[in-house]
Structures are given as structure tokens and as C-alpha cells.
């Protein structure tokens, strides 16, 4: 059986763990409406994770009675930063919660100057980090930076060992499947609902990023970001 996972601010280093976070505790008991005795696995976010059974849950505390600890295995041995320009209404979110799921690090998002919306609402996207992150049994939870702007974004991504900048006109991910193979931080910018701008375009090729295409049909931009993460994924693998 598949047990739920939660992350928090939890020691886990002793015999048990305990928690007053009102919102764990609201979902432990009215939403999952578990039971003393039932098992679920903890996280601290720092990889480590228990096993654990419900000793006591009220309305203002829970504790927990830990069985085993284990370090996460599952995180990638190597780094993927998402550069996302904002997004319409959900589609930012559903970028942000398949990015997560696909083990991405951190995720950046960028105002281009084709983006049409600007502001984010933090908290909502936090959630869906953190829910995102437990569901797919990641051992961190990544990181959601502060919106910047195309150039402070190529700026951060100067520090990557590769940067690859998603666009139609670009050559098939394939030609520089040795590239990424052999890095361990990759950049991946995915641009807004209209496309990136020639100047930008030009920035990107000025700082030698990969400019590479996924499909000869025009992707959404949610779209492009699980296609682009599962295509680097793979092609790092092999």
C-alpha cells in the first residue's frame, strides 16, 4: 500500500516526531480522516523521510511514533533550474506542478517581453510545490524564486554549465544530446504564450545557449515545459 506523504519541519532523529501545524493536522484528520495507528511517511526536506505510525491527533497537535528513517534516493544527481516566463490563468501552475514532478530544483519565473501575465500568487504556488513534491516522493522541495526579468534571468543562468533555450527555429534536441549528457547543471528556458522576441533570441545566442526545438508543430508553453524536461531528462540518461 502507497503510503501519504508530507513534508515539514520535522526532527527526525529521535524515536518520535510531532507537529501543531494546523494545516497538516486539518488534513490528516478531515480531509484524509486517518486514525491513530495508521502509517504515513514524514520528510524534512533535506532528504530525510520516516516511516511512521499516528500515535495522537487533535485538533491542535499530532505525534508520531517513527519506525524506520532512510535517506531519499530518488532526487537526480545532477541539476535542472526551470526559466518560465508567466503564464495565463492555470497554465503557470500546471507548469510549476509537472516541473516538480519531472525533479526540477528550481524554478524561475521570468518576465519576457511577450509575457501577457504579470504577478503570481506565492502561496497558491507554494501549495502546489509542496503537494506536487509529495506526491511524486520527491526528498527536497524546490525552490520557487522571486519573478525576474529576460536579462537578470540570462544573468542567473550564466552560472549553469548549460543553458538550453527552447524555440521553434532551434535544431533538434538530439544534436546536442552529448552536451547535456555530460553536465550537471542545465538551464531550460521556456518562453511565453507568443514566443520569444528576436533581442532575446539574440541574448541567448550571444551567451551560447543551445537553441533547440522539440516538435515542428507549435507547442503551448505548459506543453513545451513537460515535453522539454522529459526530453533533457532522457537524453542526460543515456
Known amino acids: 500500500m502507497r503510503l501519504n506523504r508530507f513534508f515539514g519541519n520535522f526532527d527526525l532523529n529521535g524515536k518520535v ?111 502546489i510545490i509542496k503537494e506536487a513534491a509529495e506526491q511524486s516522493g520527491r526528498g527536497i522541495l524546490p525552490i520557487l524564486s522571486d519573478y525576474v526579468g529576460f536579462n537578470d534571468a540570462v544573468s542567473d543562468a550564466l552560472l549553469n554549465d548549460l543553458n538550453i533555450f527552447f524555440d521553434l527555429g532551434g535544431v533538434s534536441l538530439g544534436q546536442i544530446k552529448d552536451d547535456i549528457s555530460k553536465c550537471k547543471n542545465i538551464g531550460i528556458f521556456i518562453g511565453p504564450e507568443g514566443g520569444w522576441d528576436e533581442s532575446e533570441i539574440g541574448l541567448a545566442i550571444k551567451n551560447r545557449f543551445k537553441i533547440a526545438s522539440l516538435s515542428p508543430f507549435t507547442l503551448r508553453a505548459e506543453t513545451a515545459v513537460i515535453a522539454g524536461l522529459a526530453a533533457v531528462i532522457r537524453s542526460h540518461a543515456l
Open 17 to 127: 516526531a510531532g507537529t501543531s501545524d494546523k494545516e497538516l493536522i486539518n488534513q490528516l484528520r478531515n480531509v484524509l480522516r486517518l486514525k491513530v495507528g495508521e502509517e504515513i511517511i514524514l520528510c524534512d526536506g533535506k532528504l530525510n523521510e520516516a516511516e511512521c505510525s499516528i500515535e495522537s491527533l487533535d485538533k491542535n497537535e499530532a505525534t508520531f511514533k517513527i519506525l524506520k528513517t532512510e535517506k531519499n534516493k530518488k532526487e537526480l544527481e545532477w541539476e535542472i533550474v526551470l526559466y518560465c516566463s508567466i503564464l495565463k490563468k492555470e497554465n503557470f501552475e500546471l507548469a510549476v506542478q509537472k516541473a516538480v514532478e519531472l525533479g526540477v530544483k528550481r524554478i524561475i519565473p521570468v518576465i519576457a517581453s511577450r509575457t501577457v501575465k504579470l504577478g503570481l500568487k506565492r502561496d497558491r504556488l507554494d501549495k
